[in-house]
Structures are given as structure tokens and as C-alpha cells.
Nanobody, 117 residues
């Protein structure tokens, strides 16, 4: 069974930084896209950043130039470096990945990020 496990959430003041990490384990296939979604309180889940196995990257407009996604294919890890954090970045952040059957089939349990003003 494939598992995605996140780490690195926490509480930070506005303007601060956090780094999220996610490790995939148990997969017997090569994962194409990996990425991060977030769900702010009372809102829908949204894509934050995604990276393909080949290194193509996509960011939400709201995090462009502040967040950086990176990946280690050999270790099945994806990281999200978050700088210049804002209170509106407060959310539960989920690691996600393509599965063998469909896009964004695999999900972690989520990690809370809280940015205080």
C-alpha cells in the first residue's frame, strides 16, 4: 500500500518561513506528478504547487515567487519551501501524487500551517 507522509507544518509569524516535506513509500511504480494542495478554513482545497517527474513545475498565482517546490525522484520525496508567509497561507497542507490509475490518486493526511499576523 502506498503511503504519503507529510512533515514540517507549524505556527509561524507573518513574513516567516516553513519547509514541508513529503515521502512516498510502498509504491512499485514510478510516480509522475507530486505536489501540494491546501485547504484554508471554510474553503475548498486548492492546488499550491506541482512538479512532474521530469521537473516541470506549476504554482498557484497566490504563491508564485514565495514558494518553491522541489523533488528527489530517487528518494520519492517532494518538498515545499514557503517564504514570506502571509496569514492567508494558513491552511491544512496535503501532499498528493499521481497513482497507477489516475492523476492525484494518492493523498497524505495533511499538516497544519498557521501564520499569525
Amino acid at each position: 500500500q502506498v503511503r504519503l507522509v507529510e512533515s514540517g507544518g507549524g505556527v509561524v509569524q507573518a513574513g516567516g518561513s516553513l519547509r514541508l516535506s513529503c515521502t512516498a513509500s510502498g509504491n512499485r511504480f514510478s510516480i509522475n506528478a507530486m505536489g501540494w494542495y491546501r485547504q484554508p478554513p471554510g474553503k475548498q482545497r486548492e492546488l499550491v504547487a506541482a512538479i512532474t517527474r521530469g521537473g516541470s513545475i506549476n504554482y498557484a498565482d497566490s504563491v508564485q515567487a514565495r514558494f518553491t517546490i522541489s523533488r528527489d525522484n530517487a528518494k520519492n520525496t517532494v518538498d515545499l519551501q514557503m517564504n514570506s508567509l502571509k496569514p492567508e497561507d494558513t491552511a491544512v497542507y496535503y501532499c498528493a501524487a499521481d497513482g497507477p490509475r489516475k492523476f492525484w490518486e494518492l493523498w497524505g493526511r495533511g499538516t497544519q500551517v498557521t501564520v499569525s499576523s
